[in-house]
């Protein structure tokens, strides 16, 4: 691997995990002001959103978990074991790595596929929720949608900083407590 590999892979990296955060942190202030919105509207009002239910459920929550996917990985926000991992032998550290690796990579392209496959599957049905529902007026592969652009940010972002992640390099000064500084 090349000297402006690593740096151009590092800033790659580093800007899909900042626009991770930032589309995942968006969609977290939405969930805030739709749910406000809604106990204002009904309790003082007397006149709830009746889709609100629909957008948190479908929309909003699952984008602030699923679209969160890259930035977590760039800034190692994911469980860890350190305490474990920190007292292995570098041998065996780097058997973990491979493991933790290839079972986050499985994993990703698992939530890959199977989105994609139901998402695919309502847009050839042409579904859509019934007029006149308490659900937000979208076609449904819209929202489901959002695991699978999770999971390939995910898998852009592992294969890019593989060969980085797999040696076992630290993971560099720009990346601080959650925050990409790039």
Known sequence: MTAEYAQWSKRAVDRIGAVSAWIAGLALILLLLVMLAEVVLRYLFSA????NVSAVDRVLMPASVFLALPWLYVTSGHVTAEIVY?????SVQRAARWLAFLVVFVSAAFLLFAGLRIAVGSMILGDSPPPGSGEIDIPTWTWQMIQPVGALGLIIVMTLDAPRFIRGESEGSNRD?????S
């Open 86 to 90: 920190d007292r292995l032998p570098s």
């Open 177 to 181: 407590n959650g925050r990409v500084t």
């Open 48 to 51: 709830p959103l009746g889709w």
